[in-house]
C-alpha cells in the first residue's frame, strides 16, 4: 500500500525546510531572473482585468475544457454586463495543454509573460498541475485550480516527497482525498468485500487506487485488494484490461477513468458483459464525462461522483446558475464548468476585496477565503489553500426531464481537514485538504 508506485513521471516536489516560503519562493524567482506581477487594478493590461485560463481543448480530453470554456464565458458575461470588476472589463485568454507537462509549461510561461496576465485558472490533469505548481511559485502569479484533483498539489512542501502545495496555488473543488473519502464511504454501504481498479497509468490512477485503499483501512471497511490494471492514456482496446479484471471476479471496482477513454471503455466493458458479471462499478468524478459525452453514457444504476451536482445544493444560488447556463447552453452544468464560472468570481472577489491586481494582494484575499457558489459556502483552509468542498456521490439515473444522466440518490459527504485526516488514519498520504 502507500504511494509506491514509480513511474509517474511528472511527479515532482521542490522542497524548502526551514525557510519561509514566501521569502524563498521571492529570492528564487529573483535569482532566475523571472518577473514578479505586482500593479494596480488592472495591472495586468493597459486597461481592464485579464485572466489566463489553461485548459485541455484538444485531444481525447477536450470536453474538459470545452465545459470549462463555457463556464467562465458566462461568467465573464455576466460580470461586464454588471459593470466589469471595480467598473473594468474582465477578459479571459485560454491556451490548450494538450495534456502536457512541457506544453502546459510553455502556455504557462506565454500567458504571463507575452499576455501579461493578472491571474491564472485551470488545469484538468494531476500530473500536469504537479509539475506547473512549483513554476506558478517562481512566477509568483496566483493559480486557482479548477479540475486537476491530486491531493500533493495542495499538500505543503516538504510534506511528503511528492508535496508541491506553495503559497500561490490553490484549488477551488474537491481534490481526490475528498472524492475517495467518498468513494470509501459509498463501499461501505455495498455488498461488496473484494476490490479491484483499472484506471489511468499516471498520476491520477495510482493515487486513486492508493487513497480508495486507505480510506477504507481507515474507516474499517470490510475490503481486500484484488487486481489492478493501469492502461495508458488513449488506449483505443480495452479488452486485455477488462478480461484481467473480470477473471479476477471482484465484487467491485472502482475506476477513474476520464475523458473519451472513459467513454470508450464504457462500450467495450458493456460488450464483454462487464456489468452482468461484477456487481458495482464506481466512477469517480464521473459524471463530469458523462453528461457532455459523445461516447457511451454511464450506466444507469452504477455509483458515480462529481465535484458539483447541478441539484445540490437546493439553493437560490444554484438554481438561478443551473437555469442560466442551460438557457444559454441547452445542457446540465457540468463540474468543469461550474468550476471555471466560480473561478472568475473569485477573482472578482478578491481584485474588488483587494483593491489591486498585484500578485502577493490575490494570494492574501485568496488565502483563507470564504466564498458563495453554485456548489454552496465553503472556505479555504489557510495551511494547504484547498477549498473546504463536499465529497458528492450518487446512484447514475436517467431523468426524462432533462434526458440525461443524473445522481439520484445522492450522497453528500462533509470532507473538512478533520473529516479527511481522521478517515486517512495511519497512512502516510498527506490529505492536501
Known amino acids: 500500500m502507500g504511494n509506491g508506485h514509480k513511474n509517474n513521471d511528472s511527479r515532482a516536489a521542490a522542497n524548502s525546510v526551514g525557510v519561509d516560503r514566501r521569502t524563498f519562493l521571492k529570492t528564487t524567482a529573483a535569482g532566475a531572473g523571472l518577473a514578479t506581477v505586482a500593479g494596480c487594478l488592472g495591472g ?18 477536450s470536453l ?13 458575461d455576466e460580470i461586464n454586463d454588471d459593470g466589469g470588476i471595480d467598473g473594468e472589463e474582465v477578459t479571459i485568454i485560454s491556451r490548450d495543454t494538450e495534456a502536457d507537462a512541457t506544453t502546459a509549461g510553455r502556455q504557462l510561461r506565454s500567458l504571463i509573460e507575452e499576455e501579461n496576465v493578472d491571474g491564472l485558472f485551470g488545469l484538468d490533469s494531476s500530473g500536469v498541475a504537479q509539475a506547473l505548481a512549483p513554476q506558478v511559485a517562481q512566477f509568483q502569479m496566483p493559480f486557482m485550480a479548477t479540475h486537476a484533483a491530486t491531493p500533493f498539489l ?5 510534506e511528503h516527497e511528492d508535496s508541491v502545495g506553495n503559497d500561490y496555488v490553490f484549488r477551488n473543488a474537491n481534490n481526490l482525498a475528498q472524492d475517495i473519502y467518498g468513494a470509501a464511504r ?6 461488496a468485500t473484494e476490490w479491484a481498479t483499472i484506471g489511468p497509468d499516471y498520476a491520477f490512477g495510482y493515487q486513486t487506487w492508493d487513497y480508495f485503499q486507505a480510506f477504507c483501512e481507515g474507516l474499517d471497511v470490510d475490503a481486500e485488494f484484488t487486481a489492478e490494471q493501469f492502461p495508458g492514456l488513449e488506449t483505443g482496446d480495452y479488452s486485455p484490461y477488462i478480461s484481467s479484471i473480470m477473471d479476477a471476479d471482484p465484487d467491485g ?6 475523458g473519451a477513454d ?15 458479471q461484477i456487481d458495482y462499478t464506481l466512477f469517480s468524478v ?20 462529481t465535484r458539483y451536482d447541478p441539484f445540490v445544493p437546493d439553493s437560490d444560488e444554484n438554481n438561478s446558475f443551473r437555469e442560466r447556463y442551460t438557457d444559454e447552453y441547452d445542457t446540465l452544468p457540468t463540474y468543469n ?8 468570481y473569485m477573482y472578482k472577489e478578491a481584485i474588488e476585496s483587494a483593491g489591486s491586481t498585484g500578485s502577493d494582494d490575490l494570494v492574501d484575499a485568496f488565502t483563507g477565503m470564504e466564498h458563495s457558489g453554485p456548489v454552496g459556502d465553503y472556505q479555504f483552509n489557510e495551511e494547504t489553500n484547498q477549498a473546504t468542498v463536499p465529497s458528492i456521490w450518487g446512484t447514475v439515473s436517467y431523468d426524462d426531464e432533462w434526458e440525461s444522466n443524473v445522481l439520484d440518490p445522492v450522497e453528500v459527504y462533509e470532507a473538512t481537514p478533520d473529516v479527511i485526516n481522521d478517515a486517512l488514519g495511519d497512512s502516510d498520504l498527506p490529505s492536501g485538504v
Open 337 to 344: 464548468a461550474e468550476g471555471a464560472y466560480r473561478a472568475v
Open 44 to 61: 495586468g493590461s493597459d486597461e481592464g482585468v485579464t485572466l489566463g485560463a489553461l485548459y485541455i481543448t484538444s485531444g481525447f480530453a
Open 253 to 258: 471496482v472502482i475506476t477513474p477513468l476520464w
Open 262 to 276: 472513459l467513454t470508450t471503455f464504457l462500450g467495450q466493458a458493456e460488450n464483454a458483459g462487464w456489468f452482468d
Open 186 to 191: 459509498t463501499a461501505e454501504e455495498l455488498d
Open 286 to 305: 464521473g459524471m463530469g464525462t458523462d453528461l457532455p459525452a459523445d461516447g457511451s453514457p454511464l450506466v444507469e444504476g452504477e455509483h458515480a461522483s
Open 64 to 76: 474538459y475544457g470545452e465545459e470549462a470554456e463555457r463556464g467562465y464565458e458566462l461568467a465573464a
Open 154 to 158: 495542495t499538500s505543503p512542501e516538504g
